[in-house]
């Protein structure tokens, strides 16, 4: 079993949807979760960062980290072309090395 | 300020030959990081260098991969005798500390094409 579980999509949603894209992963000893963007051809940015569980949000963004059932989630309200990305998330239990899933194509319709 | 550069932008080479992937980190980070991202696949980590300690080589796949740090700044991921399976983009990324807690600050990438 990979440590960290995303489903590569591409996930397509016309503009204004609500996106929700979802990670599972299998060390119950991740404490650190992020979400980072990455436009094509360009280097990923980090986008959210949460410890431990619960929701953190920021603008239009949610981050969600359910420890119990190991399962992490971003949502995207009122989603826009410029979300169009791949979307990775990533996970810790150490202090320096990060553990990344594959990331999701996301393709918001105008 | 300047962020993370990488040098060549795309490398296309022949299987066999050696080549050298180039980053130049945000002035003034100590930690520096390599990843590979093959088609379909995430980030994976290959190494990493904080300040003057010794690296974390755990993620390099075999040993014709090897990387260098010059003065703290400067590193230079090396490939030898290249194989079509390191065909990727090769990232570099560098933070102020490496603790997760410090946003990693990636660059744009290098392509590598080995025919």
Redesign the interface.
């Known amino acids: 079993q990979k440590e960290v579980e995303q489903d590569p999509g591409p996930l397509s949603v016309p503009e204004g949807a609500i996106v929700s894209l979802n990670c599972t992963y299998s060390n119950s000893a991740f404490q650190y979760f992020m979400w980072y963007r990455q436009y094509s051809r360009k280097g990923p940015e980090l986008l959210m960062y949460t410890y431990s569980s619960g929701n953190k949000e920021d603008g239009r963004f949610t981050a969600q980290v359910d420890k119990s059932s190991k399962y992490i989630s971003l949502f995207i309200r009122d989603s826009q072309p410029s979300d169009s990305a791949t979307y990775l998330c990533a996970t810790s239990n150490r202090d320096d090395k990060i553990i990344f899933g594959k990331g999701t194509r996301l393709h918001i319709l105008p | 300020g300047a962020g993370?550069s990488q040098s060549p932008s795309n490398k296309v080479t022949e299987k066999g030959k050696d080549v050298e992937l180039r980053c130049d980190p945000i002035s003034g980070h100590t930690?520096l990081y390599w990843?590979r991202q093959s088609l379909?696949?995430?980030?994976e980590?290959l190494i990493?260098f904080?300040g003057n300690s010794a690296p974390?080589k755990s993620g390099l796949p075999s040993d014709r991969f090897s990387a260098e740090r010059t003065g703290g700044s400067v590193s230079t991921l090396t490939i030898q005798r290249t194989q079509q399976e390191d065909s990727a983009v090769y990232?570099c990324?560098s933070s102020l500390v490496?603790?997760?807690?410090d946003?990693?600050?990636?660059?744009?990438?290098t392509r590598l094409t080995v025919l």
């Open positions: 993370v930690a990843y379909g696949q995430g980030l980590f990493y904080q974390d990232l990324a490496s603790t997760v807690r946003e990693q600050f990636f660059g744009p990438g």
